[in-house]
């Protein structure tokens, strides 16, 4: 059975718009990405990575092309409407509550829920299903602060869990985890995909990690985007050029990133 493309670019360019002229970061880049898939973007600093994610969940408006979310274009959906659709976790710090978890998981029913904002028991079912997807159930009574970075991100994936939509777009959410939960943490995000079935995308700096579990990987150089499996793209020498360094280099025989010795 062929999967349903849940986002999809078109001929895109990517940048920032100024008055005398666009300042062009990527261009003529063709994505699609699959339902049940997890996928990464990787890239080396400050190669475009968060103005590729801000242009494709229509934070920010493409130069040239086109991005379509359910076969849509992702600028003619209502804010109401996207946030039915689309679900982004940010890295950035949680401002000052007294929430508990499972206010904050809660929190994702907010494009669902009426003027007053009260759950309806479908809303508390979503929220539950969310905390027992995430495995979360024995701190959803502790405010958000008394938990650590590790259990809060799976706290802002349920979230995104409960606000139910076909994708959902992590901005590096391993980011100051030790290599125990940046494990747990992708393993989690795949389980998440292939059991219901969204489309889940994130970016990563942790190059190995996305190599041996992710679905896909979208490839950023300063010369192309790419996409396609690991295999495919050992295969194809994507990773050959990702760092301009000639120290660090892609073992295809290993499939990983090699440090090569070198005299300072």
């Known amino acids: 059975m062929e999967k349903k493309i849940v986002l999809s670019a078109q001929d895109l360019s990517i940048g920032y718009q100024h008055k005398k002229q666009n300042e062009t970061i990527a261009q003529a880049i063709n994505l699609a990405f699959e339902e049940s898939n997890l996928i990464a973007l990787i890239g080396a600093n400050g190669i475009g990575k968060s103005t590729l994610l801000r242009t494709l969940t229509g934070i920010q408006k493409p ?79 502790k405010k958000h602060f008394e938990i650590s970075d590790g259990q809060l991100q799976k706290v802002l994936i349920a979230r995104a869990l ?19 939960h940046k494990v747990n943490l992708i393993r989690l995000l795949k389980k998440l995909a292939s059991e219901t079935g969204k489309c889940i995308l994130y970016s990563t700096h942790d190059l190995d990690l996305a190599l041996q579990l992710s679905d896909q990987i979208v490839v950023m150089t300063s010369n192309d985007v790419v996409q396609g499996t690991p295999e495919y793209l050992i295969e194809n020498h994507a990773f050959d050029k990702l760092f301009n360094d000639k120290s660090i280099r892609f073992d295809t025989g290993k499939g990983g990133f090699i440090v090569n010795d070198f005299q300072l």
């Open 63 to 141: 130069l040239l092309g086109e991005v379509q979310l359910n076969y849509k274009n992702i600028n003619g959906y209502s804010s109401s409407e996207l946030a039915q659709n689309l679900a982004v976790v940010l890295t950035e710090s949680l401002p000052p509550s007294n929430l508990t978890v499972f206010e904050l998981v809660a929190l994702g029913r907010q494009p669902y829920t009426n003027w007053l904002g009260k759950l309806s028991p479908e809303d508390l079912d979503s929220v539950n299903k969310a905390i027992s997807l995430t495995q979360i159930e024995d701190i959803s009574h």
């Open 162 to 180: 409960a606000q139910d939509t076909p994708l959902i777009v992590l901005d590096e959410p391993t980011t100051h985890l030790d290599l125990q």
